[in-house]
């Protein structure tokens, strides 16, 4: 994924596209230890939204095919990111023109996290990512976009352990530029130990925060749900179940110690997955419907109260 990663960004420079590398290597080579794993099996990209046609025409060259009907996520089912994938290899990018949770434009988020974007070394070449105080604040988002404490609050714990209260107090500041200090209070809450961080910054509680609703154990699934559920073809939900049964081999490796077991340690990661599925089915349409009804609730009374 490395050498993909080194591949795309190398193009998008040739193009005259600034990339900035979310997560993976981000994270590994600056959270965890030579003796600690942290795996990662795509390539996630930000741009400068003007350019994501350009940056998609740029990975077409270079032999990936945009999967029209899968969007990126994030807690209000609202696309982020587009998913390019290369079919000789199974290889996937996410290009992203924004951040999950930020409450300011896409262009106003690319131009102050740009702005700020720090290098990183990789195989010989430079790639920029996100500044520390950034990618806190992202750490803190990617968890409550993924259903905390169901999602990825390992960077997070890792982040609180190694991040003094300063650092913090920084991403704290850029929340509050990007108005993303609801989600950032509400999934730090969430993560394990970031109680008393959330204390010592004197965040706000949110009670009524709607991304509550999303970083509760019995919601993982919900979010997967309502994609499908708003897929604009019969052939794109068929997509996104399979998708959510089968994965790539790859991914499946780099996520489950079990499936780098051979081909029947694969067989029993699939065979896993699936079971861990079925069992959270009910409690993910639940949830699902519980969060739809408050939505709809919710137009209905801003429609009713009228314009302010």
């Known amino acids: 994924m490395d050498s993909v990663t080194v591949e795309v960004a190398s193009a998008l420079e040739a193009n005259g596209i600034r990339c900035i590398l ?50 990126v996520l994030d807690a209000f089912a609202e696309p982020h990111a587009l998913v390019w994938r290369r079919g000789s290899e199974g290889t ?6 924004r951040l999950p949770g930020v409450g ?33 604040l992202h750490l803190v988002l990617h968890a ?9 609050h390992g960077d997070v714990e890792q982040a609180l352990a190694r991040c003094d209260l300063a650092m913090w107090g920084n991403a704290l500041h850029v929340a509050r530029e990007l108005q993303a200090l609801e989600p950032f209070a509400v999934g730090l809450r969430a993560c394990p130990g970031g109680s008393e961080l959330a204390h010592q910054l004197r965040l706000p509680e949110f009670p009524s925060s709607p991304w509550r609703d999303w970083v ?19 052939r794109a939900k068929v997509r996104l179940v399979m998708r959510a049964l089968f994965p790539s081999a790859a991914y499946l490796r780099a996520i489950d110690p079990v499936a780098r077991r051979g081909r029947l ?9 699936i079971l861990a599925i079925a069992t959270r089915l009910v409690p993910a349409v639940l949830a699902a419907r519980a969060t739809s009804r408050r939505e709809e609730k919710t137009t209905t009374s801003v429609n009713r109260a009228g314009p302010p």
């Open 144 to 152: 409550v976009q993924s259903g905390v404490p169901s999602g990825p």
């Open 104 to 136: 300011v434009s896409a262009d106003l988020a690319w131009h102050q996290l740009s702005a700020q974007a720090v290098h990183l070394d990789m195989r010989e070449h430079v790639v920029e990512a996100l500044a520390i105080p950034a990618r806190l």
């Open 265 to 273: 340690g694969l067989f029993r990661a699939y065979g896993m997955r």
């Open 22 to 71: 979310l997560k993976g290597p981000t994270i590994a080579t600056w959270l965890y230890g030579s003796g600690e794993v942290r795996p990662y099996c795509d390539t996630d990209l930000l741009v400068n939204p003007d350019q994501l046609d350009r940056a998609g025409g740029v990975l077409s060259d270079l032999g990936f095919d945009l999967r029209t009907d899968d969007r």
């Open 216 to 234: 509760q154990p019995t919601v993982r699934g919900a979010l997967r749900l309502r994609a499908i559920r708003d897929a604009p073809k019969r």
């Open 92 to 97: 996937e990018v996410d290009l992203h023109w």
